[in-house]
């Protein structure tokens, strides 16, 4: 069955940057973009970016933009979203899921806690 | 404007119909782009819902429909279940950011 399985949970500094992996099983990963999504505690979805996982071309939220980098690595069938300059407003669940153009699946989401 | 706007919550008794809108502008929904529904239960990440305004995908009751006209969506539950105490986003493409644009989700609460 397709699967989007994520890397585990992130303590981080203010300043630091985060890196978080998606795997993707059960599905051509070159063939579908991966978008990413953040959620913060108690609030609500928010877009970050997306990458075509075949050509790697991204798209950024202007929110994100020169914060954030989306990668690939096709033979690990594995996506990637790095966060840098990292501040307590970062602090949430980031989510991948796969665009079919619906977001389908969700990765499990990995914690991202920012803090001195 | 480029925002998806759904009520904060919604309620009802278990049988009872509720709905849940989704108002966008001519950016988005307006522009003929397709309304998507997820539902988040507690603690869960987002499923899909609904899918392309209307389509359900499979293993999703028949109690979930969803509409789409002009620069508006709508997500109905019929025959509400405790079990469908969740929050509930809505979400489009939006040509003025050329992104994914979410609502800022509903909670519905069995009464």
């Known amino acids: 069955q397709v699967q989007l399985v994520q890397s585990g949970v992130e303590v981080k500094k203010p300043g630091a940057s985060v890196k978080v992996s998606c795997k993707a099983s059960?599905?051509?990963?070159?063939?579908?973009?991966m978008h990413w999504v953040r959620q913060a505690p108690g609030q609500g979805l928010e877009w970050m970016g997306w990458?075509?996982?075949?050509?790697?071309?991204?798209k950024y939220s202007q929110k994100f933009q020169g914060r954030i980098t989306i990668s690939r690595d096709t033979t690990a069938s594995t996506a990637y979203m790095e966060l840098s300059s990292l501040r307590s407003e970062d602090t949430g669940i980031y989510y991948c899921?796969?665009?079919?153009?619906?977001?389908?699946?969700w990765g499990q989401g990995t914690l991202v806690t920012v803090s001195s | 404007q480029s925002v998806l706007t759904q009520p904060p919550s919604v309620s009802g008794a278990p049988g009872q119909r509720v709905t849940i809108s989704c108002t966008g502008s001519?950016?988005?929904?307006?522009?003929?782009?397709?309304v998507h529904w997820y539902q988040q239960l507690p603690g869960t990440a987002p499923t899909l819902l609904i899918y392309?305004?209307?389509y359900r995908p499979s293993g999703v009751p028949d109690r979930f429909s969803g509409s789409k006209s002009g620069t508006s969506a709508s997500l109905a539950i019929t025959g509400l279940q405790a079990e469908d105490e969740a929050d509930y986003y809505c979400?489009?493409?939006?040509?003025?950011?050329?992104?994914?644009?979410f609502g800022g989700g509903t909670k519905v609460t069995v009464l």
């Open positions: 899921a796969r665009h079919l153009p619906e977001l389908d699946p």
């Open positions: 059960g599905y051509t990963f070159t063939s579908y973009d």
């Open positions: 990458i075509n996982a075949g050509n790697g071309n991204t």
């Open positions: 001519s950016s988005n929904i307006g522009a003929g782009h397709d």
């Open positions: 392309a305004n209307n």
């Open positions: 979400q489009s493409y939006d040509n003025s950011l050329s992104g994914v644009l």
